[in-house]
């Protein structure tokens, strides 16, 4: 199983990235999909791209926080837990609906295939 969800986070931070809203680069920075088995974390994230913080915040710490943050909220059992920690994500998602019309939707769609959870 862990392989197999590895391999779709892989995909979908692939696949998402070209079309992910950039200005700064800390949104880019900002997100990312964590597996957690049993509170053990395995990160995906994208190449550092941010020159500048926005908001005196660096997406690519924000996201180190919600990734630790989630081995204490997802200890016990296997979560798929994708994160955008800039504050403003939700506000660009509305614009462009990246987050969950694009990214979530697309990592739940290929996990509920691969798993048969339909």
Known sequence: MGESLSAIADYVMEMMESQIPFDTGNLHDSTGIGI???????????????????????GYME???????????????????SFSTMPYAAKIDELTEYFSEGFTDEL?????????LR
């Open 63 to 81: 996201l180190n926080r919600a990734f630790a943050a989630g081995a204490m909220q997802y200890s016990s059992g296997v979560w798929l837990v």
């Open 36 to 58: 957690y088995v049993n509170g053990v974390l395995t990160a995906f994230r994208y190449q550092r791209a941010a020159n500048v913080n926005r908001d005196g915040k660096w």
């Open 108 to 116: 739940k769609d290929l996990v509920t295939n691969e798993f048969n």
